[in-house]
């Protein structure tokens, strides 16, 4: 089944009386977003932005072999994605900008709180399937709202052309349900992509992937189906850490069955937890209320990943192992990727070695000597080099933009030096909120 995915996003505005504000904390207003690990990370943005004349994007790739078991392919390739790196940006274990797709997975983004919990899949938060229009309040004719916001003025509705929606439940009660659904994006081969999960349970796919995706209770596991009969089975789960709950950042793929009954199989190690330096951190400026005004600066804990990394996978014919180790200091007790080598099966059920792919590193800011290291330097890859035996191909070598102004590089990833994209910016900002000068006193009222 086609599945388009075609949703208006509403940013809701509230103005509601000071009793209601006085009972909530300033961080109640700032988004609760938990993104994906860096390995996984690295590969959605290669879903967010494609390789394409359209998007700008160039395609800078090294293949390092392709995986044919009957009807089934996998490729496995080391690509750069080309759109540019923010400041915040972990390096993933193949370096920075980097990302080795081999096999696949879904990752999430948690917007607000896991959908998993209770709170989410609820028929008290309506679902805005109409258009939004104004609140009749023939008073006030100066606020003009565009249709991504909306002004509640103290009585929970949302009027819309399809009728009105109460939403008294979940701003009464905030802590009781989860407002937005999580971003789930998949990458394997032949599909990139993202979808959502409704209130109802069904899944929603943003783009036209001619794909059907089922998942078992509590999204233990995700089973995709492709147009073909291809099933790829994703159960590997890679956890994140943060605020004394642990929820799943991703699924791995695991399996892949074909319509003839080949299979793939993919084998992961999990390292145990990695922590990213800092966590995000965000400023609020509320003016023309009873209370909290002012500007309120927020950052949230680091968030540890329970890191999973794949380490083999098997095939009828033969399998490709890959090595890697704990030798980094950009992230603690996070793994790089060494070496990839494919094995070919022989009659006696043992494997010989056909060649190898070693990869060598440095680091971003590697003049940098302070402390900490995970501030300020980003592993680097600087060549590929093929093997088989005793003799090399001559290596891939990798010349970055930076490596012509490294003692002028040392920007930490948690300044506040970037733009509102997140790039780097060289602007000394002491806030990250734009100048504003369109404040006006909201009306009081009885909620």
Avoid at 24 to 35: G, M, T
Avoid at 169 to 178: E, G, K, V
Avoid at 197 to 224: E, L, W
Wanted: with cysteine; proline share 6%.
């Amino acid at each position: 089944m086609r599945t388009i995915f075609n949703t208006v996003g509403l940013l809701f505005v509230l103005f509601w009386s000071s009793s209601i504000l006085a009972q909530s904390e300033a961080d109640r207003y700032i988004p609760k977003v938990l993104p994906p690990s860096p390995n996984a990370a690295s590969l959605m943005k290669f879903g967010d932005i494609p390789v394409s004349y359209y998007t700008g994007s160039a395609g800078v790739s090294v293949p390092i072999y392709t995986v044919q078991s009957g009807d089934i392919t996998v490729p496995i390739t080391l690509s750069y994605n080309t759109t540019g790196i923010r400041l915040s940006e972990e390096a993933s274990w193949v370096g920075l900008g980097w990302a080795l797709s081999a096999g696949g997975m879904i990752s999430r983004t948690i917007m607000g709180r896991d959908d998993w919990d209770a709170g989410y899949f609820t028929t008290a938060v309506p679902e805005i399937n109409t258009t939004p229009t104004a609140h009749p309040v023939p008073s006030i004719t100066s606020i003009q709202l565009n249709p991504y916001m909306y002004d509640f003025w103290c009585d929970y509705l949302v009027y819309t052309t399809g009728g009105n929606l109460n939403f008294s439940q979940p701003l009464i009660n905030p802590n009781a349900y989860d407002m937005e659904a999580d971003i789930y994006s998949y990458n394997f081969p032949g599909f990139s992509g993202k979808f959502i999960i409704g209130r109802d349970g069904v899944p929603v796919i943003q783009n036209q992937d001619n794909i059907k995706i089922q998942y078992t209770a509590n999204a233990a596991s995700f089973t995709i189906t492709d147009d073909k009969g291809f099933r790829f089975l994703f159960s590997s789960k890679e956890y994140a850490q943060r605020d004394g709950s642990s929820p799943v950042s991703s699924w791995y793929l695991s399996q892949i069955v074909s319509p003839t009954g080949r299979t793939v199989q993919f084998n992961y190690n999990s390292q145990g937890p990695t922590t990213i330096s800092a966590g995000s951190f965000s400023d609020i400026s509320r003016q023309a209320c009873s209370v909290n005004t002012g500007t309120t600066s927020t950052a949230t804990a680091a968030t540890y990943y329970q890191n999973i990394y794949l380490e083999s996978i098997e095939f009828t014919n033969g399998r490709v192992q890959f090595y890697f180790d704990n030798s980094r200091v950009d992230q603690t007790n996070a793994k790089k990727l060494n070496k990839v080598s494919v094995f070919r099966k022989l009659v006696s059920n043992d494997s010989t070695e056909i060649f190898s792919y070693n990869f060598y590193y440095s680091y971003f800011n590697n003049s940098y000597v302070g402390v900490p290291a995970t501030e300020f330097k980003r592993l680097k890859l600087d060549s590929v080099k093929q093997s088989s035996g005793a003799s090399f191909l001559p290596p891939y070598k990798f010349v970055y933009y930076d490596d012509t102004y490294e003692a002028t590089s040392l920007t930490g990833k948690t300044s506040k030096s970037i733009d509102h994209w997140g790039y780097y910016n060289a602007v000394a900002n002491s806030f990250l909120y734009p100048k504003f000068y369109g404040y006006f006193n909201p009306p009081t009222g009885t909620a």
